[in-house]
C-alpha cells in the first residue's frame, strides 16, 4: 500500500499569504489519480484537485496542484478567509488500493 | 444535482455488526463510469478508505479490513450498503459515503455524503 506523508502537519498564516502544502509518496504514483480535497470543521471534504492539477467544478483559480512521480504540492496563491482548513492528498493505484495522506491543518495565525 | 445521504445506527454495541446505507438521489447509481465507497474518519484523525462497489458489484476492500467488511449495491433502490462485523471501539467514527469517479484520464472522490457518526460503545 501507497503511504503518503503530507507536511507540514499545521501551517500557521495570515489571509493574503500564499501557500505551499507538501504531499510525498512512499512509491511513485500516477499523476492522473492524485487529488487534494479540503475539509471544513463539521463538514465532509470536498474535492478541489484531481489529476494532480486540474480543478474541481466551482474551485477557484487560486488553488492549484502540481507534481509528479512521488512528490506533490498544492498550492493556494493568496489565501482566503474561507481557506482555513484541513487539507487532504489521496492517491489510487492498481493494486488497487486508495489511500489519504495524513492532512495539512490550515490555521490563522 | 446528486446527493448522497447516510443511514443507520449512531451508536453499536462492541462485536456486533455495524450497517449503514448511503442513498443517492438526483441521478443513477448505474453507471459504469463510477464506484460508490465508503470512507470513515475517527475523532480528530485523517480520512480512510474502506470499500467500494460498481453496480455491477465489482468490489474494492482495504485490506486490513477485508476480513469484516461487506459492501453491496441495490440498483432498484439507487442505494449501497456498508456492514462491518465485529466492531470495537477503534470503529468509532464519522462514516462517510462518496462517489468515486473512475476514469482512465483520472480518479477521485467527487461527491459526498454529509457523514454519519457511528460510536462503538455498550
Known amino acids: 500500500e501507497i503511504v503518503l506523508t503530507q507536511s507540514p502537519g499545521t501551517l500557521s498564516l495570515s489571509p493574503g499569504e500564499r501557500v505551499t502544502l507538501s504531499c510525498r509518496a512512499s512509491?511513485?504514483?500516477?499523476?492522473?489519480?492524485l487529488a487534494w480535497y479540503q475539509q471544513k470543521p463539521g463538514q465532509a471534504p470536498r474535492l478541489l484537485i484531481y489529476d494532480a492539477s486540474s480543478r474541481a467544478t466551482g474551485i477557484p483559480d487560486r488553488f492549484s496542484g502540481s507534481g509528479s512521480g512521488t512528490d506533490f504540492t498544492l498550492t493556494i496563491s493568496r489565501l482566503e478567509p474561507e481557506d482555513f482548513a484541513v487539507y487532504y492528498c489521496q492517491q489510487y493505484d492498481s493494486s488497487p488500493a486508495v489511500t489519504f495522506g495524513g492532512g495539512t491543518k490550515v490555521e490563522i495565525k | 444535482q446528486l446527493q448522497l445521504q447516510e443511514s443507520g445506527p449512531g451508536l453499536v454495541k462492541p462485536s456486533e455488526t455495524l450497517s449503514l446505507t448511503c442513498t443517492v438521489s438526483g441521478g443513477s447509481i448505474s453507471s459504469s463510469t463510477y464506484y460508490w465507497g465508503w470512507i470513515r474518519q475517527p475523532p480528530g484523525k485523517g480520512l480512510e478508505c474502506i470499500a467500494s462497489i460498481d453496480y455491477s458489484g465489482s468490489t474494492y476492500y482495504k485490506p486490513s479490513l477485508k476480513s469484516r467488511v461487506t459492501i453491496s449495491v441495490d440498483t432498484s433502490k439507487n442505494q449501497f450498503s456498508l456492514n462491518l462485523s465485529s466492531v470495537t471501539a477503534a470503529d468509532t467514527a464519522v462514516y462517510y459515503c462518496?462517489?468515486?469517479?473512475?476514469?482512465?484520464?483520472?480518479?477521485?472522490?467527487?461527491?459526498w455524503g454529509q457523514g454519519t457518526m457511528v460510536t462503538v460503545s455498550s
Open positions: 462518496a462517489r468515486w469517479v473512475s476514469r482512465s484520464s483520472w480518479k477521485a472522490f467527487d461527491i
Open positions: 512509491q511513485s504514483v500516477s499523476s492522473s489519480y
